[in-house]
């Protein structure tokens, strides 16, 4: 029984990923076909699609990566000097929410063009 699950992990997730790139790209196309249904040129369809990214998407998911790998760190140092096994996952979720709110207060402040202190 083990090795039925330890092989349809893999097929699983390749299922998974494969449906949400698909349905990304799907809805994506979709946007894009309403926005021309509108009778956008598409000189105002490119500036609706540049509007509608964000510039600081790196600087949040590199501020939420490294609360991650702190919380993992500070979490594993924990439980070996405690020998309790909750420390790893309460440390996780903590530095990833401290993370969070991070990630959106300077990158809101990088939107405004205030200076971070």
Request: with cysteine; glycine share 12%.
């Amino acid at each position: 029984m083990e090795g039925v699950i330890a092989v349809s992990i893999p097929i699983f997730v390749t299922l998974i990923v494969g449906i949400i790139v698909v349905t990304g790209i799907y809805f994506g196309s979709r946007e894009k076909q309403m926005l021309i249904e509108k009778g956008l040129s598409p000189a105002e369809i490119k500036e609706f699609l540049q509007k509608k990214k964000d510039k600081f998407l790196l600087l949040k998911i590199g501020i939420i990566m490294t609360c991650f790998g702190l919380g993992l760190g500070f979490g594993m140092f924990l439980q070996d000097a405690t020998t309790k096994e909750f420390y790893t996952p309460l440390s996780i979720f903590v530095f990833t929410g401290v993370g969070f709110i991070l990630a959106y207060k300077y990158g809101n402040k990088k939107e405004v063009g205030e200076e971070i202190k």
